[in-house]
């Protein structure tokens, strides 16, 4: 693996939901290791703060919104030149509820955001990397969670929606690969993260120390992931250390798949 602070030194980057949480962690990291960055956000307030802050530009996004993923495709061209590296991060936790609680508005609300924006994101991301010269097309990282590999009975919605991601991800990297495009396109799975949505969650609950101490001791390494673990992964992945990986999933867990 290459060491040093390059890793991706001439490469441009788009990072949806950049604007806090794992988003933000990854486009820390990502400008660390010599990346032009672009975060992409509906928090057009706190992404502009924080894209100033560690030295990114950002783009408001609506990641539902198909016009805006052609405006801010065709806007990171004709800044920057070419898009090496998308993130498809943003995403919504839903409501909760099992089969039997969720509702048409809930389901139709986090698909809208967790699978038709990734869709949307990768649609236009193979649109636009599909232009650079092979075989450095580009790589797309789709965030899905060990929610979309394991059944999970209180959160239905939110699985489907990342299992979603997970088999869209598949597609992706097969049709690249067919094309000769010379752009990889893998999936994260990350379990319970500090961030914000993990927050609301946690705060939400009728006994939120008690969920708190449950989601640490889920993990056989005993604690709860932290964002920086994730952004890690996803360096690893629009990375070139990564360039024979296309089409498969990263868990960063904690080793709760595992068991």
Known sequence: MAAGRDRLAGKTALITGGASGIGRAIAEIFVEQGATVVIADIDAERGTAVASQIGATFALLDVRDEDGWQRVTTETLDRHGRLDVLVNNAGTGGSGGSIEDASVDDWDRVMDINAKGVFL???????????????????????????????????????????????????????????GYGIRCNSVHPSYTDTPMVDRMVDGHHNPERLRQAIVA??????????????????????DDSAFVTGTELTVDGGICAM
């Open 121 to 179: 994101g990768c649609k236009y991301g193979v649109a636009t990397m599909k232009a650079n010269e092979a075989p450095s097309g580009g790589s797309i990282v789709n965030m899905s969670s060990i929610a979309g590999l394991v059944g999970a009975p209180a959160i239905p919605v939110y699985s489907a929606s990342k299992g979603a991601v997970r088999l869209l991800t598949k597609s992706v990297a097969l049709h690249c690969a067919k094309k």
């Open 218 to 239: 889920a993990a056989p390494l005993g604690r709860i992931g932290a964002p920086a673990d994730v952004a890690g992964a996803v360096l690893y992945l629009a990375s």
